[in-house]
């Protein structure tokens, strides 16, 4: 079981965690919603919660609670910047289906 992260997602959350002055990595879980079943849900991690699995990549620790695990095991985290846009955005192996808009899936 893996999260990894790209150089820009692993900069970008370093950077925004430097200039926060505070925490102690990313947290990254799923919710249900939309249209086509589950959202990712992306946080600052301020302490570790009780269960939850601890990833290390290029110096980032990711916090994932043990209920999405199964459905975001092997993503890989990018930040991508395009015009005036920026966002995280994910690579999941898991995913069956998405909905049109991109803002959810089905695994």
Do not use: H, W
Request: proline residues 4%; hydrophobic residues 35%.
């Amino acid at each position: 079981m893996a999260i990894s992260l790209t150089e820009s997602a692993a900069n970008r959350i370093k950077n925004f965690l430097r200039a926060r002055g505070q925490g102690i990595g990313l947290r990254l879980g799923v919710r249900k919603t939309g249209c086509s079943g589950f959202a990712y849900v992306i946080n600052y991690a301020d302490e570790v919660r009780p269960g939850e699995m601890v990833f290390e990549d290029r110096g980032v620790k990711v916090y994932v609670d043990p209920e999405s695990l199964p459905l975001i095991d092997g993503t890989t985290v990018d930040f991508v910047k395009q015009g005036l846009n920026e966002a995280f955005r994910f690579r999941n192996p898991n995913v069956k289906g998405e909905c049109g808009c991109g803002e959810s899936f089905s695994v």
